[in-house]
């Protein structure tokens, strides 16, 4: 069973490709450095393609974006270490400087989209970027679970940390309900939940609820299969470890550390041309 | 014990688990539901989630995404709850009826259970509301296109 539904491209285009025109961009430039660094030595096992790759490919489009961010960053960086290359060692970097900066260029591409057409950023205390960050998204976008059978759970992410604090949470400072307490009576409302169900304008009629309940159910997609598992947080569980060195569980941290370490690499390869 | 009433037991004590904040005892409810077959449940849930979004004082993206917040943070640790999903299904009951059209039937299911036992837990309504009047359920009939 095949799980096609994907939020983040519903009603979204082809915007997906900004993300990868400019991490194609710089992964071709990337490939020539990485010669370099193979001569110098390098101890990178892995090349920039390969880590963009992994880190973009199964990411929802939000995240990214957030990728796409991080790339925008680093390039940066290595722009400008590439422009001490060329001035110390006489290369050619310096075409290639100037093309990570082009990557910097906010026209150089569509805007990303970050969500399905019409979702509007929520309030101030929406941080869905901070959440984006925080998920574990599976490098080859399986469940989280180890072991759990998941046909293509497609766009399925988890929360990272175990913080018990947050599951008695009441966000409004509303009493957290005890056992039977959620056929509360109207005599226990607040002023504000009466004033809200004075307020109530949007009813349907049940004919009207059952027609368009059934018309949601049919519109929906194919089971994920094994959902009461697969939506539990093992208490034990333990992220996939990371490539040795990098100790980090989210593909933006990897790829910025990964890139760090290449940046650093190439600083190595200067350090040794000047020795020569 | 009638199915109808086994399933009608069953949703309600997801409704319950959920607006409690009992992620363990959700997903033991959200498995005898599996168990059942979707289709037994879905358009009461379904209805479900119509009533319960229906007392709140207005809808659009920012309430959805807002609503799902709140259910994320109460279960963050506990259950994995994909934000933009559960948005989707918030906005395809209130205002945007194909934002969640395509979403796994089980994914559905499940995440409207939250979205409910968070506003029961908000005390928007109870359970008896929320639930209303129990099963309709479909035939295979009704999935021409969507067989395996």
């Known amino acids: ?276 | 014990m009638p199915e109808e009433q086994t399933v009608e037991k069953l949703v309600r004590q997801a409704v319950v688990d959920a607006s409690r904040g009992d992620a363990p005892s959700f997903a033991s409810a959200i498995g005898r539901l599996e168990r059942q077959g979707w289709d037994k449940s879905g358009i009461t849930i379904i209805e479900s989630l119509l009533r319960a979004t229906e007392e709140l004082p207005s809808v659009g993206p920012a309430v959805a995404a807002e609503l799902t917040r709140r259910v994320s943070d109460r279960f963050r640790g506990s259950l994995k709850i994909n934000r933009p999903i559960m948005e989707a299904i918030i906005r395809g009951a209130t205002d945007d009826r194909e934002a969640s059209h395509g979403v796994p039937r089980d994914l559905s299911a499940t995440y409207s259970l939250l979205v409910v036992g968070q506003l029961v837990h908000e005390r928007y309504l109870t359970v008896d509301e929320a639930l209303g009047s129990m099963p309709t359920e479909v035939s295979p009939a009704d999935f021409p296109d969507q067989g395996d």
Not at chain 1, 60 to 79: K, L, N
Not at chain 1, 194 to 216: G, L
């Open chain 1, 1 to 276: 069973m095949t799980c096609t539904y994907n939020v983040m491209s519903a009603e979204s285009g082809q915007n997906g490709r900004p993300v990868r025109s400019s991490v194609d961009a710089l992964t071709a430039t990337a490939a020539d450095s990485q010669g370099i660094i193979d001569a110098a030595g390098s101890e990178i096992d892995s090349s920039v393609e390969e880590i963009v790759r992994v880190a973009v490919s199964e990411l929802p489009r939000d995240e990214a974006a957030a990728v796409e961010s991080a790339v925008r960053e680093i390039a940066g960086d290595m722009a400008r270490v590439m422009d001490e290359l060329a001035d110390d060692v006489g290369t050619t970097f310096d075409e290639q400087a100037t093309e990570l900066r082009g990557l910097l260029q906010p026209d150089d591409h569509d805007p990303v989209d970050v969500g399905p057409a019409g979702l509007e950023p929520g309030p101030a205390k929406h941080d869905s970027s901070d959440a984006d960050l925080r998920r574990i998204t599976l490098p080859d976008g399986t469940v989280i679970v180890p072991g759990a059978a998941a046909p293509d759970p497609v766009g399925w992410e988890a929360t990272a940390t175990v913080d018990d604090e947050h599951i008695s949470d009441d966000d409004d400072g509303v009493p957290q309900p005890h056992a039977g307490s959620a056929a509360a009576t109207a005599q226990d409302e607040p002023e504000e939940f009466k004033e809200r169900n004075e307020n109530r304008s949007t009813r349907r009629s049940a004919s009207q609820r059952a027609k368009e309940a059934r018309e949601i159910w049919l519109g929906n997609g194919n089971e994920i299969g094994n959902l009461a598992h697969e939506i539990l947080v093992e208490p034990n569980y333990e992220p996939p470890k990371p490539p040795p060195g990098l100790d980090v569980n989210d593909p933006v941290t990897a790829l910025s550390m990964t890139l760090a370490a290449l940046w650093e690499a190439l600083a190595r390869s200067t350090h040794r041309r000047r020795g020569r």
